[in-house]
């Protein structure tokens, strides 16, 4: 048996914005307990990056556990990609902006 519940467009909304609310404060406090890593809260934060997750950390006043090896490891990977980018834009025949 199933049952079926209209709800107003208004109620549904709050929902939306309530779940947000919650996976958001879920992930921050997660983090500050150092059970999940940032790229883990940024999934359950619903956040579109990494870097949206720490902006949203500094927002809530939580220090960011950030050392200069992952800073070293996130340029070596930007890097790479940038790389690859170009050439397969080169490979493609198009000229990408000067990227260094």
């Not at 870097?51 to 340029?75: F, N, R, T």
């Amino acid at each position: 048996m199933a049952a079926t519940i209209t709800l107003p467009e208004s109620v549904l909304q709050a929902i939306r914005v309530l779940d947000r609310f919650i996976r958001r404060i879920l992930a921050v406090e997660l983090y500050r307990e150092g059970r999940l890593s940032p790229g883990k809260a940024a999934e359950v934060a619903g956040a579109r990056n990494k870097w949206e997750m720490v902006m949203l950390l500094d927002e809530k006043g939580v220090a960011l556990d950030y050392s200069a090896e992952d800073a070293e490891q996130d340029l070596n990977t930007l890097k790479n990609y940038l790389r690859r980018s170009n050439t397969n834009a080169c490979s493609r025949n198009e000229y990408p902006k000067n990227n260094r």
